[in-house]
């Protein structure tokens, strides 16, 4: 166990939704990244927080957004849903945004969208 | 653009085996190189990683070889076991940088008893 918590495990829902996926980084942690999982994009890194301010960014489509809350838990917004998104999104976090000893990074178990 | 480049796709072993999985960049400004292993269902987990300062790790049965020159490292699984069967991504970062992880495509790993 990581200690990253991610939920729901399973989203089933339809194209044009919108989905909110939520992530709990390990107790301490204050950087959290996302990322997503598919077949033919293997894992891709979506867009890192720390400490409540965007750091970085990835492939991330415009339809999607995150945010990290003062409690440190983090939320990815898919919306306008399209069948390709159907993927494995993870979050992982580690204890800074980046740097010596800092640089670990930990994975949550993930959450499996599918889009019909 | 594939940033880390990874083979095998696949890999089948023998109990007792050595595993051997290879990962290849082209970005210099990388100084940091996790190995993640992830079971089916479940989120990469960290196995072992190492820093271009150092050419060799070593943890428990697994071995990271760092080639800083090449631009390659790879994962050496001694005495593979069948609990070992799992999928494996290399992946590097700029730890300065963002220091989000760029991964390699993953080699799926079986060990037959």
């Not at chain 1, 729901?8 to 950087?31: F, N």
């Not at chain 1, 995150?66 to 993927?87: I, K, R, T, V």
């Not at chain 2, 271009?52 to 080639?67: L, Y």
């Not at chain 2, 020159?69 to 005495?79: E, G, R, V, W």
Request: with cysteine.
């Amino acid at each position: 166990d990581s200690g990253v918590t991610q939920t729901p495990k399973h989203l089933i829902t339809a194209t044009g939704q919108r989905v909110t996926l939520r992530c709990s980084p390990r107790s301490g942690d204050l950087s959290v990244y996302w990322y997503q999982q598919s077949l033919d994009q293997g894992l891709q890194f979506l867009i890192q927080y720390y400490n409540g301010e965007e750091r970085a960014k990835g492939n991330i489509l415009e339809r999607f957004s995150a945010q990290q809350f003062p409690d440190l838990h983090s939320e990815l917004n898919l919306s306008s849903l399209e069948l390709g998104d159907s993927a494995l999104y993870f979050c992982a976090s580690s204890v800074g945004p980046g740097g010596p000893s800092q640089e670990t990074q930990y994975f949550g178990p993930g959450t499996r969208l599918l889009v019909l | 653009q594939q940033q880390v480049k990874q083979s095998p796709q696949s890999l089948i072993v023998q109990k007792g085996g050595i595993s051997i999985i290879n990962c290849a960049y082209e970005n210099t400004a990388f100084d940091y190189f996790p190995w993640y292993q992830q079971f089916p269902g479940k989120g990469p987990a960290l196995l072992i990683a190492i820093r271009p300062d150092v050419s060799e790790k070593k943890e428990g049965r697994f071995t990271i070889s760092f080639n800083k020159s090449a631009k390659q490292f790879s994962l050496h699984i001694m005495d593979s076991q069948p609990g070992d069967s799992a999928t494996y991504f290399c992946a590097a970062s700029i730890r300065t940088g963002a220091n989000n992880l760029f991964f390699g495509t993953g080699t799926r790993l079986t060990v037959i008893p």
